[in-house]
């Protein structure tokens, strides 16, 4: 069969499980990006089928998630801002999207996974978020069988970096809210790096939306209440799974009267 870039496929040899969309052609090797997990590949021609199904099919837990119903007719609220960098511009632009569905003000920045740690710090003055994602694309290489090692993971050590640039800029987790990864990250050195949340507990994949539904459930907690951390996990692709964290207190001030 003959493929062309940006054609939507899946991969026989991992039974189909993922689509992908065609981002690049080299000889008979594809190169692959997720079209919903946060996930590149590359793969032979002969591996790969033409998805002809609806791309949003496993878009169906977001549906799941309620909107915040806020009680306007007393109070006002002035949810957490967000400052989220990515190292892909289509998942980039669908997590602003997501903000905006919510009426969240948040800024994204485009940067390779390479590059955040150096512009954190610079980053983080002028923004002045309440709530950072710093995320992008990972991957741990399981051929090597050590998942205690950082540096068998594909961009784990630049999101442990970034992440220690953030805690020098902000000591507290509740005064920044952290959440960093990919997929199949390393989680353990991400939370003793100093984040919030974090990817992946069991090294899984995890959706492009998930870093930006944790860090919209904590735009939207109450400042002064600790946040439900369960429930917040709950409602990502992958749950517990994909993401863990800390309890901490949500970002959102709320203000009377209206």
Do not use: W
Not at 68 to 93: A, V, W
Not at 143 to 157: F, H
Not at 233 to 251: M, Q, R
């Amino acid at each position: 069969m003959d493929f062309k870039i940006g054609d939507i496929v899946t991969r026989n040899s991992y039974n189909n499980d993922t689509i992908f969309r065609i981002t690049n052609i080299e000889d008979d090797i594809c190169y692959l990006t997720g079209i919903n997990i946060r996930l590149c590949a590359d793969a032979e021609k002969e591996d790969l089928k033409k998805y002809e199904d609806d791309i949003d099919r496993d878009e169906e837990f977001l549906k799941n998630i309620e909107k915040k119903e806020l009680n306007r007719d007393d109070y006002f609220y002035l949810p957490g801002k967000i400052l989220h960098i990515d190292s892909d511009k289509e998942y980039l632009d669908r997590c602003l999207k997501y903000y905006d569905n919510y009426n969240i003000m948040a800024a994204g920045i485009l940067l390779t996974e390479s590059e955040i740690p150096n512009k954190m710090n610079e980053l983080l003055k002028e923004y002045n978020p309440d709530i950072v994602v710093i995320t992008g694309h990972d991957a741990y290489y399981k051929k090597r069988k050590n998942e205690q090692n950082i540096n068998y993971y594909k961009n784990s050590k630049y999101f442990k970096q970034a992440i220690e640039e953030a805690r020098k800029y902000e000591k507290s987790h509740e005064k920044l809210v952290v959440i960093a990864g990919g997929c199949q990250s390393d989680y353990e050195e991400l939370i003793k790096a100093g984040a919030n949340f974090a990817s992946s507990p069991k090294r899984v994949n995890i959706h492009a939306l998930d870093p930006a539904i944790v860090a919209t459930k904590m735009s939207l907690s109450d400042i002064a209440k600790d946040i439900d951390i369960k429930n917040i996990l709950e409602d990502t692709k992958y749950g517990s799974n994909g993401i863990g964290g800390i309890i901490t207190k949500g970002t959102m001030h709320i203000g009377y009267p209206r």
